[in-house]
């Protein structure tokens, strides 16, 4: 028997989520058993450990979209026994049970070798944010980004995948201007390598111009609506933004003025069903350009008996830079 995260939803179809012992047995069918170290917290997180979002399908259920840890046993010939893996994306965690378990089993598809340079836990720190973070600034320089063109802007930037983005951006040289609607988070954003601090008023209007000043090199958004809608209107000539989230809502009251007079980019992040050699590239990339000790600083460790909590803050934008869960502790 080992510990585990479990949801369940009564008659009345309200959730609730408790540590709980579960076993090998209980777990569902697949190649790899994982025994899990650490875990983090995503705002999909939240919707499962809570209300389901609708991402959860059958309930009893157990949470958690990423997870790093050590094989423990392997139908499949890529992985053996005492590798290092880790796992994000794939609907693991929401329709699949997840990481916020001592043992998971899951496809030996979804794992990813764990990169040199990166232990566990520094794999969790980043997790899904800090992976969708890089595959955002890959995106970016993939279409032409490169330091010296100008400010980057990355909204949402206390958050998980603003914090990542911002402290690679900044390590790779980039001027960074981080969005955010907490003051006082100001000097956790400086502390990551934003050299502009931009109050989320002064940009969440949506204005009547469909352009203003070429002002952004670069963005990525964690926002969407009319944040992003307003960011179209003030990139350079030829400039990309990486969509990569909608805290701000799924709506886009644009123009295409800006991608027919401005040839400026929106290009989609996705992180969930990225193919297998990306996944190893951008993990390789994070191993490299993310600055350890940037990432130490955005930790918050937690147990699997704080998630019930922390998936209720998360729903309410309270959780600052990255949660690591140790579900061993």
């Given at each position: 028997?080992?510990?585990?995260?479990?949801?369940?939803?009564?008659?009345?179809?309200?959730?609730?989520?408790?540590?709980?012992?579960?076993?090998?047995?209980?777990?569902?069918?697949?190649?790899?058993?994982?025994?899990?170290?650490?875990?983090?917290?995503?705002?999909?997180?939240?919707?499962?450990?809570?209300?389901?979002?609708?991402?959860?399908?059958?309930?009893?259920?157990?949470?958690?979209?990423?997870?790093?840890?050590?094989?423990?046993?392997?139908?499949?010939?890529?992985?053996?026994?005492?590798?290092?893996?880790?796992?994000?994306?794939?609907?693991?965690?929401?329709?699949?049970?997840?990481?916020?378990?001592?043992?998971?089993?899951?496809?030996?598809?979804?794992?990813?070798?764990?990169?040199?340079?990166?232990?566990?836990?520094?794999?969790?720190?980043?997790?899904?944010?800090?992976?969708?973070?890089?595959?955002?600034?890959?995106?970016?320089?993939?279409?032409?980004?490169?330091?010296?063109?100008?400010?980057?802007?990355?909204?949402?930037?206390?958050?998980?995948?603003?914090?990542?983005?911002?402290?690679?951006?900044?390590?790779?040289?980039?001027?960074?201007?981080?969005?955010?609607?907490?003051?006082?988070?100001?000097?956790?954003?400086?502390?990551?390598?934003?050299?502009?601090?931009?109050?989320?008023?002064?940009?969440?209007?949506?204005?009547?111009?469909?352009?203003?000043g070429e002002t952004w090199a670069g963005c990525v958004d964690a926002?969407?609506?009319?944040?992003?809608?307003?960011?179209?209107?003030?990139?350079?000539?030829g400039a990309s933004v990486a969509a990569v989230g909608l805290a701000g809502g799924a709506d886009l009251?644009?123009?295409?003025?800006?991608?027919?007079?401005?040839?400026?980019?929106?290009?989609?992040?996705?992180?969930?069903?990225?193919?297998?050699?990306?996944?190893?590239?951008?993990?390789?990339?994070?191993?490299?350009?993310?600055?350890?000790?940037?990432?130490?600083?955005?930790?918050?460790?937690?147990?699997?008996?704080?998630?019930?909590?922390?998936?209720?803050?998360?729903?309410?934008?309270?959780?600052?830079?990255?949660?690591?869960?140790?579900?061993?502790?």
């Amino acid at each position: 028997m080992f510990n585990a995260l479990v949801v369940n939803k009564n008659e009345d179809g309200k959730t609730s989520a408790a540590v709980s012992q579960i076993s090998l047995d209980d777990l569902p069918h697949a190649e790899v058993t994982v025994a899990v170290e650490y875990s983090t917290v995503n705002y999909k997180d939240g919707l499962c450990i809570g209300p389901g979002g609708g991402l959860v399908r059958n309930y009893p259920h157990v949470p958690g979209i990423d997870f790093a840890g050590t094989v423990e046993s392997s139908e499949d010939a890529r992985y053996k026994l005492g590798d290092k893996v880790v796992l994000t994306g794939w609907r693991v965690g929401e329709a699949h049970w997840g990481g916020y378990s001592q043992k998971a089993r899951v496809k030996a598809d979804w794992l990813v070798p764990l990169p040199e340079g990166l232990d566990t836990r520094a794999a969790m720190a980043v997790g899904t944010a800090g992976f969708t973070a890089m595959l955002a600034v890959m995106a970016l320089e993939d279409h032409g980004l490169k330091p010296g063109h100008g400010p980057v802007l990355v909204t949402g930037a206390a958050g998980g995948v603003g914090s990542v983005a911002t402290a690679i951006l900044a390590h790779l040289g980039h001027e960074v201007a981080g969005v955010t609607g907490r003051p006082e988070t100001a000097d956790y954003l400086k502390s990551l390598g934003a050299t502009q601090i931009v109050a989320r008023e002064d940009i969440n209007e949506t204005v009547k111009r469909p352009l203003e000043g070429e002002t952004w090199a670069g963005c990525v958004d964690a926002v969407g609506g009319a944040m992003l809608a307003r960011v179209l209107g003030q990139m350079k000539y030829g400039a990309s933004v990486a969509a990569v989230g909608l805290a701000g809502g799924a709506d886009l009251p644009a123009t295409v003025i800006p991608f027919l007079l401005r040839g400026v980019n929106l290009l989609g992040i996705d992180s969930v069903m990225q193919p297998y050699d990306n996944r190893v590239r951008a993990w390789a990339r994070i191993a490299k350009d993310l600055p350890m000790d940037k990432l130490d600083a955005m930790v918050q460790p937690a147990t699997l008996g704080d998630l019930p909590q922390l998936g209720k803050d998360i729903l309410k934008g309270q959780v600052k830079g990255r949660v690591v869960v140790d579900v061993n502790a």
